[in-house]
């Protein structure tokens, strides 16, 4: 099954203690992302990736990072969490056309509580 | 930077109505625009792609149009039913593949 499968699903955590939220996909896609979704606020990018090794930043990457080694997977870091960073987390992927994207594919969440 | 509206914010129609959903964002240089659906506590499916070439795309009872000159897309969803009811949302897909949301539209559907 076509599918982006993150983990942990729930995650509550520390101040200052370093976490990784893991995404993976099964569709070969170049395109990954990371977004944040905030009540009042809609979802925004924090980190993409156009491809293995290339990332760039989105429009929240501040307390964030990424890394793209393999295709399937793109791991989210938060090296020092702070409480401003509770939310839920979405990782999507997409087949890439040079500067174009397809369909987005959505993972089902992460709701991560930073106290 | 890309800024994306939804109108209205939350709408509640009884079953059987068509209704219209609108989004509008403010850099016409996109590439495509994909709305979504997403259920409470779940998370994003989506529902229609819109390349900037197109003017329109159908699926189903969904209709998506996208104006990309006046920064303008709209949802038509037929004969709504109860089903329906989720949060919508838009995103277009500019230069270097960076992709806004807009806040979205809550609707419920009353039987």
């Known amino acids: 099954e076509a599918q982006v499968t993150q983990n942990p699903r729930y995650l509550i955590t520390v101040t200052g203690k370093k976490l990784t939220v893991t995404c993976s996909q099964n569709m070969n896609h170049e395109y990954m992302s990371w977004y944040r979704q905030d009540p009042g606020l809609g979802l925004r990018q924090i980190y993409y990736s156009m491809n293995v090794e290339v990332t760039d930043k989105g429009d929240v990457p501040e307390g964030y990072k990424v890394s793209r080694k393999e295709k399937r997977n793109f791991p989210l870091i938060l090296e020092s969490p702070s409480p401003n960073q509770t939310s839920l987390y979405f990782c999507?992927?997409?087949?890439?056309?040079?500067?174009?994207?397809?369909?987005?594919?959505f993972g089902p969440g992460t709701r991560l509580t930073v106290l | 930077k890309q800024e994306v509206t939804q109108i209205p914010a939350a709408l509640s129609v009884p079953e059987g109505e068509n209704l219209v959903l609108n989004c509008s964002f403010t850099?016409?240089?996109?590439?495509?625009l994909q709305w979504f659906r997403q259920d409470p506590g779940k998370g994003l499916t989506s529902l229609l792609l819109?390349?900037?070439?197109?003017r329109e795309q159908t699926s189903g009872r969904l209709n998506a149009s996208l104006d990309k000159s006046s920064g303008r897309s709209t949802l038509y969803i037929a004969a709504s039913q109860p089903g329906d009811s989720a949060t919508y949302l838009c995103?277009?897909?500019?230069?270097?593949?960076?992709?806004?949301f807009g806040t979205g539209t809550k609707l419920q559907v009353i039987p």
């Open positions: 850099d016409s240089a996109i590439y495509n």
């Open positions: 999507a992927s997409s087949l890439s056309q040079g500067y174009s994207l397809n369909e987005q594919f």
């Open positions: 819109i390349q900037s070439s197109q």
């Open positions: 995103a277009p897909s500019g230069g270097y593949q960076k992709v806004t």
